[in-house]
């Protein structure tokens, strides 16, 4: 089968917007992977140990 031509210009752009809105979430995760791994890489390794520790979040009073 053959894929559909769209008639007009603007179909067509339509169609890769929402192509690009349905997958941004998941760009946005294999982004931070990559940029996790990336930084990882040149951190130094006194503030490797300082990134890995999880900050906690003081209740407001």
Known sequence: MSKKTPNAPWQAIEEQAYHAYRE???????????????LSLHKSPE???????????????
Request: proline share 10%.
């Open 24 to 38: 941004w979430p998941i760009w946005l995760v294999l982004r931070e992977r990559e940029l996790a791994a990336h």
């Open 47 to 61: 503030k490797a140990e300082l990134a890995a520790k999880p900050v906690q979040k003081e209740k407001p009073s």
